[in-house]
Structures are given as structure tokens and as C-alpha cells.
């Protein structure tokens, strides 16, 4: 069955440190990547995606994701972490059809000055 | 800059209620989903779209339906409201070749 697991629910971290969210992900096929950020009273917004080729991806707000095959991973990294960062961060994960994607339960990231 | 619009933004009605959640999109996307989003939950797909006149039910059991007549337009309904549909309501589209989903602000809705 296809799921993806967001271990972490919650994470503080302090202004300029490093960042990592984890995302582990069961798929029957070859894994489409993604992740949204959700600021309160918002939708989601694309971070990153990774389809294919290079397993490390660059994304939006210096955001960066690897893809681990062996691990069925796909965590979130941020060298240095701005207090705007503070938002709810969801993986996803889905196939080439683009008919359905299966989303994480969310990791809530706070930041503190 | 992606342009996916929903209203109502927030909603407090009434057990046994219709109502119909509006969602549009102005970027020509093919596919249409609309999601459920329930605080520290994943967010669970309740139907989608390939186009025109084409809807799928979601892994979610869902007691409400949706239309698609216009590719812009992908309205949810829900014949007779109860507090179980109490929720946060996401609609979003895709572009068919990056598989990118663009989200609407959601729609809050409280069922009394």
C-alpha cells in the first residue's frame, strides 16, 4: 500500500541553525517526490519534486531534499534556518500518472529566535 | 504565479445543510483534486478529476460529489450536512507534465 510517514511531529529549532525532516515512503512503483510547506490559513506550497536523475534536489527558500532508494527516504534539509521557515511541512509521494498523491501527516517546524 | 481560488474561506452551518464548495482554477490544469485536511492527519484525497466531465472517488469514503462541466471548475457538494464533515477542505490542480499541484487557501467548514 502506498503511504508516506513523517516520524518527527513536532520540531523547534533555533534561528540560523541547520534543518533536517525526515520522510520515509512506500510506493509500488517508481516514487514521484515532493514536498509542501503550509503556513496557518494557507494552502500548500511546492518546496521540491523529484522525479528522476540526480538524487539530490534544490528547492525554493534554500531548501534541499535527498532521495535514498535503499533507505526509502526522502528528507528535507535547510543549512540555516530563517524564523519565516516557521510552518507545517508535509512529504508526498506519487506516480507518473499524476491521478493520486498520499501525504504525510505533516511535521510542525518552530523556530525560535 | 499559480491562481487557484475557493470560496467560501470559511463556512459555519447547520446540521442538514446543502452546501457547495466553490473552487477555480485560471491556468488551463486538466486535473482537479480536492483533499480533506484534518489537524496532526495526512491530508486525504476525496475525489479528482482527469477533465471534463471525468471524476474519481479518492481512497477516502467521502459522502460528498463533485461535477466538472467547465475545465476551471470543480465544485464540491455536500446534500446534507453533519458535524463528521467538520474540516478543512484543500482543492488543488495539476499541470500535467511537472505533476506540480497547485493548492487553493482551503475552506474551513464547521457543521453545527
Known amino acids: 500500500a502506498q503511504s508516506v510517514t513523517q516520524p518527527d511531529i513536532h520540531i523547534t529549532v533555533s534561528e540560523g541553525a541547520s534543518l533536517e525532516l525526515r520522510c520515509n515512503y512506500s510506493y509500488g512503483a517508481t516514487p514521484y517526490l515532493f514536498w509542501y510547506v503550509q503556513s496557518p490559513g494557507q494552502g500548500l506550497q511546492l518546496l521540491l519534486k523529484y522525479f528522476s536523475g540526480d538524487t539530490l534536489v534544490q528547492g525554493i527558500k534554500g531548501f534541499e531534499a535527498e532521495f535514498k532508494r535503499s533507505q526509502s527516504s526522502f528528507n528535507l534539509r535547510k543549512p540555516s534556518v530563517h524564523w519565516s521557515d516557521a510552518a507545517e511541512y508535509f512529504c508526498a509521494v506519487g506516480g507518473y500518472t499524476g491521478n493520486q498523491f498520499y501525504f504525510g501527516t505533516g511535521t510542525s517546524l518552530t523556530v525560535i529566535p | 504565479e499559480a491562481d487557484i481560488y475557493q470560496t467560501p474561506r470559511y463556512l459555519v452551518i447547520g446540521t442538514g445543510k446543502k452546501i457547495t464548495l466553490e473552487c477555480s482554477q485560471t491556468m488551463g490544469h486538466d486535473k482537479m483534486y480536492w483533499y480533506q485536511q484534518d489537524p496532526g492527519m495526512e491530508l486525504h484525497l476525496i475525489h479528482y478529476s482527469y477533465g471534463v466531465n471525468s471524476t474519481e472517488k479518492g481512497d477516502l469514503s467521502s459522502e460528498s460529489t463533485v461535477s466538472r462541466i467547465r475545465t476551471e471548475h470543480f465544485p464540491l457538494t455536500l446534500e446534507s450536512a453533519r458535524p463528521s464533515h467538520t474540516s478543512q477542505y484543500l482543492c488543488?490542480?495539476?499541470?500535467?507534465?511537472?505533476?506540480?499541484?497547485?493548492f487553493g487557501p482551503g475552506t474551513r467548514l464547521t457543521v453545527t
Open positions: 488543488a490542480s495539476t499541470e500535467g507534465l511537472s505533476y506540480e499541484q497547485y
